[in-house]
């Protein structure tokens, strides 16, 4: 049997000596040298731990930094025993991360939008009003120009008189146009605002109540890309599509009906034009919009690198891995700023080809129209009408082709987010049992446990395990990492359900009870390492009883969550003084469950039970288990080997 529980293999050859732990007593040193695999180093391991069968390997930081329980639970999973040396970093992504296959949730979106129908009612009011306006505007435009052309041929005409009413309506149609483009653009941001805040909660409320198995499989930055990136893709795609897609379809028929009236010739030469704009336009637009895809894909990756290096920084730094994570990062840099630049080049291109194609269409419009005033089929306002119209039907086509990639961006952005928003947790929380306060003994019991995490079903860590802790007793739970000691009281905590048997709190199984007052209520948990919220330190006492009184407050300070019945925790230095007060007499009366990474902080519970491998090897108290100089003589042999007890099991 071989075991490589502590550390990646990747990361085990970077280290220049190892040390072994056989069968969790013994400690020896391998020397690493270059070119070893991690087959090597098991080769020099196992001469070095001649009887052994099983083995720990760690890297020597790991003994003076305490184990990490986080970097185990997700680099382990990614390593297995023989991998080969690969210094090179590779980013996993789960695979429909940017597929588009979450299908959009067209019910649940105008669930979203009924509260607010009358702000969007609004809204596209205004947005429409805009569009009538930009088509009528040209013609009075034209109006404009006919009468000051033909002040040249009539100069007795009085100017003011001819200009009056028409300058006052072109007045009060840009008014118009300025009011309306205010009112459909704050409307529209209220209701974009209010949707996307909405969605947002509803996401995160949607993500903290998922099982811990989602957690395992999740990477906390897709997580937080979707409550960040894909709600604000959404929101932009869908306030885009309202104001620009309306407006666009609008003015373009509003604008096509305006140039028919105007010229039919010259709106011929306009619709020859118009289809191969469109065609070309969309063609260079998909392969812009997968290009700016790509390079936003690209883009979350590089935040991906970072965050991952900023959470596991004393990893980083313990392995002395800056060099190489700034590397990793700099890398996917480069490949984010290359895609980026490929596109900025691609659309510099598009806009200057657009431009001059649009300019040549102005050149040859006037052209024509030059030709048909010169016949006396249209007038200099016309021509002039005609030029400001088919520009708004082009900038309108341009603008829909635009929007069409917005859309099939902000349908798959918002699909994402409703998947997950749809999304209901597979552990059955609707439990309702509660046991009174005067009924609550505390008395637990694994029965049968049968349990392999959901993210490693293969890989069994509890089978037939049976386990009493009696009411008001102090039960610790040593050994080595890897055991399964964590795994017992997540059971316990209800993390994760059994596959078989049992696990109950005074007769009743945790699966029936309500989970909020069972993770509430019935459990303290002393986390192995202490988490801080980014609050003051008393909101961060405060977060087991957010209804604590000061006097409970001041007391919990010291011995923890009060009003807990039952202690777990896993022990470093931090918890330790906790652990030893709630043994000293805290938690009289009270069922304890010590996880004991350290001896002497359990030496006086009652029960002490040693695993190994997922089974209990020895149970007993401390002067029972020393006479039977088994496993647990080994471990007290071994902290005798280290009196200031920093050596962790
Ligand atoms: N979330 C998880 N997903 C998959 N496997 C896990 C997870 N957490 C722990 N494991 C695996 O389950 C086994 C038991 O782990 P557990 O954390 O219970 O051991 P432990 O005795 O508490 O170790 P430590 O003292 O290091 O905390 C190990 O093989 C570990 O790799």
Redesign the pocket.
Known sequence: MWQL?QTPCTQLLRQRHLLVKSNGYFINIVKNKPGFTTKHLFTSAQKSTEKANTFLIFSPWKLCTG?S?GL??RL??NNTAFCKANLTRTIQRRPNLHDDSAKFDWKRFFEYLLPHKWLLAAAVASALAVAFLNVYIPAMLGVIVNILASMKHNPSTDFIDEIKMPALKMISLYIGQAIFTFFYIHLLAQVGERVAAQMKQDLFVSILKQD?AFF?RERTGELVNRITVDVQDFKSSFKQTISGGLRAITQVVGSAVSLLVISPHLTGLTLICIPSVVIGGTFIGSLLRKLSREAQAQIEKTTLVAEEAISNMRTVRAFAGEAEEARAFANECETAAELSMELGLGVGMFQAGTNLFLNGMVLATMFLGGHLMSTGQMSAGDVMAFLVNAQTVQRSVAQLSLLFGSVVKGLSAGGRVFEYINKEPQMDTSGKKVIKYHEFHGDIEFKDVAFA????PE?V?LKNFNLKIPAGKTVAIV??????????A?LLERFYDVNEGSVTIDGVDVREMDCKWLRGRALGLIS?EPVLFATTVKENIRYGKPDATDDEFRFSAIYCVLDNLIYYS?LDSASEKVVQSALEGVSRGRTVLV?A?RLSTIMNADIIVV?NK?NIVEMGTHEQLKKQKGFYWNLIKQQDQDPEGTR??
């Open positions: 529980l184990i329980l185990g639970a382990l999973y811990m395992d995490y959901p993210t490693r890989a860590v050994g080595t990492s890897g055991n399964g000691k964590s795994t017992i997540a192995q896993a996880i990474h695993l997922g962790t099991l």
